[in-house]
């Protein structure tokens, strides 16, 4: 963790760091991750509880038969709360990795749907001024997750009905759903609350560096994350596997950058009226005259 940290440390644009409840932080080392975050000088801009890596939770967290391991799931949420108000953080990430299933007539749809809005809003309630960021997936660990795609995210969102319950879209979960990420933040109004930033091929979630694959379309989702007035952070959910982890993390970052340069010299006024005007020929020039091709 000290290495890690020193590491983190020296990407200049880095400015905050996810943490996971029980991995990273428990009772007895709060205070020793708060210093060490302030000496390197970053923020913990999201507290996730483990709900998919523990054993106990691996036929789900909030939708099992099994009511104890419920009340569990619930607890775990409450608790990784409470240590995101201790550092100074005002959000959860919540995402049902293992809440969902794999075969036919294996899920209970309309019971697990009632669980997932009544113990995310029992979670919500809690602390009010912790936002619940329910992150969606497609699939794995699960063949099929619930929570997998925008469209059912905010109807979750809609029917828990609470103000610090939103959604957080990772670019890479929504591009394996087949979305275009671009529509899927238009879709959410003012209840979008976080981003992860990663990029893939569709078929998998690689997490890979930022603009290795999409660069127009994560220039569109750079340019309605403005349009709808997102100002929250810009979160990297990378896994440089073989690559070097501080220059892939510096390499991410230079690509939103430098994509979020290319929109200020296209201008927003042009942009719209590209949008509006529907001309995908004049969309093209723009794009490969602002590329410089």
Not at 101 to 114: H, V
Not at 229 to 243: A, Q, S
Not at 248 to 274: F, H, P, Q, R, Y
Request: charged fraction near 30%; charge should be negative; include cysteine.
């Amino acid at each position: 963790p000290t290495r890690r940290s020193s590491d983190l440390g020296t990407v200049e644009e880095l400015k905050g760091i996810e943490l996971v409840g029980t991995w990273h932080v428990n009772d007895d080392n709060l205070q020793e991750v708060k210093s060490t975050l302030d000496r390197v000088g970053l923020e913990v801009c999201m507290m996730v509880p483990d709900m998919w890596a523990s054993r106990r939770f691996g036929s789900g967290g909030f939708t099992p038969r099994d009511e104890k391991v419920r009340r569990e799931a619930v607890e775990e949420v409450k608790k990784t709360m409470d240590w995101a108000g201790k550092l100074g953080c005002d959000k959860i990430d919540l995402w049902f990795g293992q809440d969902g299933y794999d075969y036919s007539f294996q899920g209970n749809f309309d019971r697990a749907w009632q669980q997932l809005v009544e113990l995310t809003g029992e979670c919500a309630d809690y602390n009010p001024d912790i936002k619940i960021c329910v992150e969606y997936k497609i699939k794995e660990p699960r063949t099929h997750i619930y929570i997998n795609t925008i469209g059912k995210t905010l109807l979750l969102v809609n029917e828990i009905d609470r103000d610090n319950v939103g959604v957080l879209i990772d670019s890479g979960h929504a591009l394996a759903a087949g979305e275009n990420v671009a529509e899927s933040i238009a879709l959410t109004g003012n209840k979008l609350f976080y981003m992860h930033f990663n990029d893939n091929y569709r078929a998998w979630d690689d997490d890979m560096m930022v603009g290795s694959v999409h660069i127009i379309e994560t220039l569109e989702m750079l340019y309605w994350l403005k349009r709808v007035g997102y100002g929250g952070w810009h979160t990297l959910d990378i896994f440089p596997y073989r690559e070097d982890g501080v220059k892939a993390v510096e390499e991410s970052i230079a690509w939103i950058k430098g994509l979020l340069n290319v929109l200020e010299k296209i201008g927003e006024e042009k942009i719209e009226k590209i949008i509006c005007k529907g001309d995908a020929t004049a969309s093209s020039r723009m794009l490969r005259e602002a590329f410089c091709l």
